[in-house]
T-cell receptor, first 111, second 113 residues
């Protein structure tokens, strides 16, 4: 079992729709969770962090965390073609909070 | 305010050679982590430096080594390069534990031929 698992996609949604990205993790002791966006050929960019169960909203983005189910999700409302990218789920691990990444989900927003 | 800067941007090396990659952290950050990202994969943790010492290491061979300088900048060295070392090498900086996330540099694309 991989430590952080994501559906590789591609996930295709029409412009204006809600994109739902999912991630599961194996270590129940994990305390910090992050979503990064990575455009092709570029470096990851932090878009959301979440530490407590429940929802956290920032503009069009909502992160959801359920520690009991070891599940993290990212919702993107009113999806735009510029949101087309790979979304990486990362979990902080250990005293140094090193990041363990999933393989990423490729999102394609169709105009 | 400069973010994380990495150099060089691209590099082509021959098998068996050695390479040094450089990173300057974001202003105010004192911790530097290095990641390797192969094509189609998520970044893999190599090691983290804090107060000029390697604080934690991922599952990478001793051919991978690093250094942090008093100004918090860092180097990643890879010896005896293999074809499989071809990847995007990312530097990420944070303040101490990175509880609030890491800021990534633009990366160095290393190709080993």
């Amino acid at each position: 079992q991989k430590e952080v698992e994501q559906n590789s996609g591609p996930l295709s949604v029409p412009e204006g729709a809600i994109a739902s990205l999912n991630c599961t993790y194996s270590d129940r002791g994990s305390q910090s969770f992050f979503w990064y966006r990575q455009y092709s050929g570029k470096s990851p960019e932090l878009i959301m962090s979440i530490y407590s169960n429940g929802d956290k909203e920032d503009g069009r983005f909502t992160a959801q965390l359920n520690k009991a189910s070891q599940y993290v999700s990212l919702l993107i409302r009113d999806s735009q073609p510029s949101d087309s990218a790979t979304y990486l789920c990362a979990v902080g691990r250990g005293a140094t909070n090193k990041l363990i990444f999933g393989t990423g989900t490729l999102l394609a927003v169709q105009p | 305010d400069a973010g994380v800067t990495q150099s060089p941007t691209h590099l082509i090396k021959t098998r068996g050679q050695q390479v040094t990659l450089r990173c300057s952290p974001k202003s105010g950050h004192d911790t530097v982590s290095w990641y390797q990202q192969a094509l189609g994969q998520g970044p893999q943790f190599i090691f983290q430096y804090y107060e000029e010492e390697e604080r934690q290491r991922g599952n990478f061979p001793d051919r991978f080594s690093g250094h942090q300088f008093p100004n918090y900048s860092s180097e990643l060295n890879v010896n005896a390069l293999l074809l499989g070392d071809s990847a995007l090498y990312l530097c990420a900086s944070s303040s101490d534990r990175g509880d609030y996330g890491y800021t990534f540099g633009s990366g160095t694309r290393l190709t080993v031929v």
